[in-house]
């Protein structure tokens, strides 16, 4: 962070969830030496418990649905029952008659001055319907139970139109427009992204594969359905929203309703979970905010379950057709990849080849992607978006490709290694796959070579063999080698790998404030949310680091527009290594001048006095005084520092790595995979906490293994309905699902990355974890898999499809 | 109608087919019951009810005289912790935390049925709550750690 000392604010370009945005960033006055591995730290790196945790197991943790005012209103979204068309009439007559019924507003009620409001791909209460779920109006009531009523009241004339539900019936030729302006697919489509000569590197192939790979729509799920609580004093509007992003809510609240972002508040306490569905204001918060204000009430509105399923975003499907060409030796000559996105009805491009370029070592890659708009609601963010659909079909069709060449599939990833961004031709940060392949290998117990599959074959693969076991299982064999087929076993054993990039890096602009108390106790201000990550708990031990301060005595005040400085949506991975620098930078300078007032105060020189565990300590052996001694001679002076986040250092790719090993059982009988065990080893640069580091990496894993085996939104082709927005016919792992878990991070710190040495860890551990699942079941099975999630019906089709070509 | 809560009685008068999660967070302001999906799917609004685990959002509050209703609340007298609820927090069985009151009474109502229950036993009380977050092999440890069982941290 050495360059354009000269300028204050200057261009810088981030990347957040794999697209790049640029920023103007004011550059810091201060500068950070980083802390380096070999530095003594006390409190970073250590698992401090969660500072939020007593609240939550105590129940007192106040969640969006649990704040509550005096004559409180409950909203509720009328949606529209066809996937196209138009509503000609909505009569509220019948729900004004629901006792209890206070206020209802339609498009026709809305504010005509400026742009249309837009929420969800769509705008706001348009009449004009283009999927299933989409919002037309919003009663509100005196109860919960009366403004349901009111809503299941309203009665509502269609005109149905012609829709397309999958970007297979978008796509076709003579389907119908899916939106009301521009075609069925996105205006930058087909995007080509290439290096080298893909065609004459599939040329010099001595190996080539090639498959279809399907990923689904999967649902976010949060256990806190999305929600505000909308209350106006004067022309003073309180927005109580649990978001990923207070700020984004409050810039797009303040514009749909034409009022200053002044006069607009947000604030986020604790929420239920994100996962990326809530980066934005949404209907509901735009409803709650203009019924709040028309009945002159503080009004909430929190959706149902049925809603939360079917109109809060999702994991784009995707279909993506993979080419690899490979030397004899392992080594990848050409990646082609053709993909189309089912965007619904909008959204931003999350690209699903983006990894094809980043993975693995190629100097010839060739990808085309469509994003395709359908009559379904629309796509958001979700943990890993892109990386996660693209690295299913990327890290299968390199278990293909070792299936072909009979070679050990982590050698062959070791074969392709790829030390430096291929891309932009420039070196990482810092993170090395290798080690985390070799570390995981090392783990797990991963051990091909030797006493698995050592039975020689004719055509040299020894893949898919009997592997030594002491359990009632076995393998099938390749299909043409019957003369080796081992005795039939119900329960197949398998076993797999996957890796995973993702750009974590974060960047500005981000500030922090830390004030020093009277009595001692620290505050630390800054405008991120803590979704459960743990945001609150890194910070205070950034703080306490940095202050030598003891990190019970400081309290972290995040989610608060009015309260706390600005900093990001906490998206991307970004929070950590965003606000983290910017919360040391601010504590350094409180730790400054604290130093100097107590070199006034003792008369002893601030060079020799150093601060630690809540203590001043001289170093000439005069007795150690506790910081509220000196900070309560200052009285109300309150010693204060400020930090904000400095620009990314030019000419790396900021990522994390990581690689994930699966063991699976198979029932050949009833289809059903149970996942035995899967060993995580990541590199996310400094761990600044290893007891929630765990638990974060477990959460994508598991994550990642319903995306793996359960999690599929299945829309009615025919009636353009989803027909399973619940928990019960959507299912997310339980308790029940969950293998043996060894998850850990490389003890590694990235200076270059940032001050603190920190990349993001909320999504790398999601990425990997269905392809390495999937691999298992092609071992175990002795045949590709191609589509997720692996339900017994897609097992059974796989299986019984092997054993007819035997 | 009178309705015990924690110790407490509470005279209420709820709708003919108001739900125990609602009349608890509506009525009686103990937001610590969660509703997630109020149908029955998730166990966000799990209570105990005379001890034994009931999802709120489909329990009849009319249904609940002479029951004795044990919240998120009640578990440990105020200020204090139960011992469930300490060790959620020792190993971290929180992330967001919307699902944790019910992860911790079903996980108490576990162990006042089976004292020491094993892997399936675990496995089996708990599936009816569901974390989004990944919590559960923090909660399985915590439930081991409070039944005496061996648990590396």
Redesign the interface.
């Known amino acids: 962070m050495t360059t354009e000392r000269t300028r204050r604010f200057i261009a810088t370009t981030i990347e957040v969830e794999g697209r790049e945005e640029t920023k103007v960033v004011e550059i810091p006055d201060r500068t950070l030496s980083p802390w380096t591995a070999d530095q003594q730290l006390n409190v970073v790196g250590k698992?401090v418990?969660?500072v939020?945790?007593?609240?939550?197991?105590?129940?007192?943790?106040?969640?969006t649905?649990?704040r509550?005012a005096r004559g409180l209103l409950h909203a509720v979204l009328v949606r529209s029952t066809i996937p196209h068309g138009r509503a000609v009439r909505i009569d509220l007559e019948p729900a004004r008659a629901v006792r209890g019924f206070v206020d209802a507003i339609v498009f026709d009620d809305l504010p005509k001055d400026g742009k249309p409001i837009r929420a969800g791909g769509v705008r706001f209460l348009d009449p004009g319907i283009s999927y299933a779920g989409h919002p037309l109006a919003c009663v509100c009531a005196d109860?919960?139970?009366a403004a349901r009523a009111a809503a299941h009241a309203v009665r509502i004339e269609y005109e149905p139109a012609p829709f397309a539900a999958t970007a297979a019936r978008a796509t076709e030729p003579g389907a119908p427009p899916v939106r009301p302006k521009g075609g069925n697919i996105s205006r930058s489509s087909p995007m080509v992204c290439a290096r080298g000569d893909a065609d004459q590197g599939l040329a010099e192939a001595d190996v080539v594969i090639r498959g279809q790979y399907r990923t689904p729509s999967a649902l976010?799920?949060?256990?806190?359905?999305h929600g505000a609580v909308c209350e106006w004093h004067g022309d003073q509007l309180t927005v109580y929203e649990g978001t990923q992003g207070i700020f984004a809510v409050r810039d797009e609240v303040a514009t749909a309703l034409g009022i200053p972002r002044s006069r607009v508040r947000v604030v986020m306490d604790?929420?239920?979970?994100g996962?990326g569905a809530k980066n934005h204001a949404a209907a509901h918060t735009y409803a709650a905010a203009i019924l709040a204000r028309r009945t002159g009430r503080p009004v909430r509105c929190v959706l149902?379950?049925a809603a939360e399923q079917s109109d809060t975003g999702h994991r784009a499907p995707s279909t993506i057709d993979v080419t690899l060409g490979a030397k004899r030796d392992g080594r990848l000559t050409a990646i082609l990849v053709e993909a189309v996105v089912d965007q619904g009805i909008s959204g931003w491009e999350a690209s699903v080849t983006k990894i094809f370029h980043e993975l693995y070592a190629c100097p010839n890659v060739r990808t085309t992607e469509t994003f395709a708009y359908t009559n379904t609601h629309a796509m958001a963010a979700f943990r890993g978006p892109g990386h996660t659909e693209g690295a299913f079909a990327l890290e299968r069709s390199m278990d293909e490709l070792a299936r072909d060449l009979g070679m050990d599939p982590l050698e062959l990833r070791l074969r392709n290694y790829a030390d430096h961004d291929q891309e932009k031709s420039r070196p990482w940060s810092g993170g090395d796959l290798r080690r985390c392949l070799e570390e995981g290998a090392r783990r797990f117990g991963w051990n091909w070579g030797s006493n698995w599959g050592q039975t020689p074959i004719s055509n040299g693969s020894n893949w898919g063999q009997t592997r030594i076991s002491t359990e009632e299982t076995s393998h099938t064999p390749q299909p043409g080698n019957s003369a080796l087929t081992p005795i039939p076993a119900r329960i197949r054993r398998g076993f797999g790998l996957a890796a995973q990039v993702w750009p974590a890096g974060g960047g500005p602009p981000a500030y922090a404030t830390v004030r020093i108390h009277a009595d001692g106790s620290i505050d630390v201000l800054t405008g991120t949310q803590d979704?459960?990550?743990?945001a609150r708990t890194i910070f205070a031990q950034v703080a306490a680091e940095a202050l030598g301060a003891r990190v019970e005595d400081v309290r972290v005040v995040l989610g608060d527009t009015e309260r706390t400085p600005f900093a990001p949506n906490s998206w991307g991975s970004m929070t950590t290594p965003s606000v983290a620098p910017a919360v040391r930078m601010a504590a350094e300078e409180a730790h400054e001048r604290l130093l100097e007032a107590a070199s006034e105060i003792t008369g002893i020189a601030p060079e020799c006095l150093t601060i630690r565990d809540g203590m001043i300590i001289p170093s000439a052996g005069a007795p150690a005084v506790p910081i509220a001694e000196i900070t309560r001679k200052l009285g109300e002076v309150t010693i204060t520092g400020n930090g904000s986040r400095g620009p990314n250092e030019r000419g790396v790719g900021l990522m994390t790595f990581g690689a994930q090993f699966a063991e699976v059982e198979v029932d050949t009988w009833t289809g059903v995979v149970r996942v035995i065990r899967l060993t995580a080893v990541h590199d996310v640069g400094r761990v600044i906490n290893p007891?929630?580091a765990?638990?974060?990496l477990?959460?994508?894993?598991?994550?990642g293994l319903g995306f793996a085996l359960f999690e599929e939104r299945v829309i009615d082709e025919r009636l353009g309905l989803p027909l399973n927005a619940?928990?019960?016919d959507y299912k997310?792992?339980?308790?029940?699902d969950?293998p043996e878990?060894d998850a850990s991070c490389l003890d590694t710190v990235d200076t270059v990355a940032n001050p603190v040495g920190a990349r993001g860890l909320a999504e790398p551990p999601i990425i990997p974890t269905a392809p390495a699942i999937a691999n298992a079941v092609a071992d175990a099975l002795g045949v590709a898999v191609y589509e997720i999630p692996l339900t017994p019906w897609r097992i059974l089709a796989a299986f019984e499809g092997s054993q007819t070509i035997n | 109608m009178e309705l015990l809560v924690n110790g407490q009685r509470h005279e209420v008068t709820p709708d003919a087919i108001e739900s125990l999660a609602d009349t608890l967070r509506e009525r009686l302001h103990l937001t610590g019951t969660k509703v997630s999906c109020a149908r029955g799917e998730c166990g966000s609004c799990t209570v105990l009810a005379d001890g034994r685990v009931v999802y709120s959002c489909l329990t009849i509050t009319n249904a609940c005289a002479g029951v004795a209703i044990t919240t998120i609340e009640g578990l440990a007298a105020p200020g204090a912790l139960h011992p469930m609820q300490r060790a959620f927090i020792d190993h971290d069985a929180v992330q967001c935390g919307f699902c944790t009151p019910g992860q911790v009474l079903a996980a108490v109502a576990l162990l006042s049925e089976i004292p020491v229950p094993d892997e399936s036993q675990i496995r089996r009380a708990m599936s009816g709550n569901l974390c989004r977050c990944g919590t559960y092999p923090r909660i399985t440890q915590a439930i081991r750690a409070v039944s005496g069982q061996d648990t590396a941290p």
């Open positions: 698992p418990r969660r939020d945790a007593p609240e939550k197991v105590t129940g007192s943790a106040v969640y649905s649990d509550t109860s919960m139970r976010h799920s949060a256990m806190e359905p604790h929420m239920g979970g996962f149902e379950r979704l459960g990550t743990g007891l929630l765990r638990s974060q477990e959460g994508g894993i598991i994550q619940g928990l019960h997310v792992p339980t308790m029940a969950i878990i």
